[in-house]
């Protein structure tokens, strides 16, 4: 049963700290995506790769956010230094592109900046 | 910025009932596509349609698209109190993109 694994599911710490959550797409997938999810803004595309090559990080806080594909099966976004604005559920989610259209999500990593 | 927006916000409706669920968005499209959310779950593909299909059924799902309106709803026929949960629009954030945009999303609850 294929899916997209995220971890850690729930991080809480403070602020100033270094945050990384990792994804693990699904074997196959040629895209992957970062969204976060907030009551007040909903889904927020943060940064999206294609075969591992960033194309988009323009929704992110490029001071303080960085996203990685350091291989095919691995996805990072790194928070540095977190704030509490940074809470939120941050989702990742890996498609075929154009082929299908469609996005499969993992559960979420709930980040709380205290 | 969201590109498509859900309507109602929040809908609660007895089991058996029907629910439909809005969406219009602002640019052109190449397909539009509906997800489900759990509480506390990740983002759920139900259905997508094409920019030129004007409907498509999925089991008790049912979506239209009016691209003339830029509106898409979607029908969930007989529902059953399994259905409660977030239902969102998403659109390809300019015309052929692999980008996906999502509205904000209506929140289903459905009675038993």
């Known amino acids: 049963d294929a899916r997209v694994t995220q971890t850690p599911r729930h991080k809480v710490t403070e602020m100033g700290q270094e945050v990384t959550m990792r994804c693990q797409p699904i074997l196959g997938h040629n895209t992957v995506f970062w969204y976060r999810q907030t009551m007040m803004q909903g889904l927020e595309l943060l940064a999206y790769?294609?075969?591992?090559?960033?194309?988009?990080d323009s929704g992110m806080p490029k001071d303080r956010f960085s996203a990685e594909m350091p291989d095919a099966t691995l996805a990072t976004l790194k928070i540095q230094p977190s704030e509490p604005r940074d809470s939120a559920v941050y989702f990742c989610?890996?498609?075929?592109?154009?082929?299908?259209?469609?996005?499969?999500f993992g559960e979420g990593s709930r980040l709380t900046v205290l | 910025s969201q590109q498509g927006e859900e309507d109602p916000q929040a809908l609660s409706i007895q089991e058996g009932e029907n629910a439909t669920m809005n969406c219009s968005y602002k640019?052109?499209?190449?397909?539009l596509q509906w997800y489900r959310q759990n509480s506390g779950r990740g983002l759920v593909h139900l259905i997508l349609i094409r920019s030129n299909e004007r409907e498509k059924h999925s089991g008790r799902l049912r979506v239209t698209l009016d691209t003339s309106k830029k509106s898409s709803s979607l029908l969930i026929t007989a529902s059953r109190a399994a259905d409660t949960a977030s239902y969102f629009c998403a659109t390809d954030a300019q015309g052929g993109s692999e980008k996906l945009v999502f509205g904000k999303g209506t929140k289903l609850t459905v009675n038993p």
């Open positions: 790769f294609r075969n591992r090559a960033p194309l988009d």
């Open positions: 989610a890996s498609g075929l592109g154009l082929n299908t259209g469609e996005l499969f």
């Open positions: 640019t052109s499209i190449n397909n």
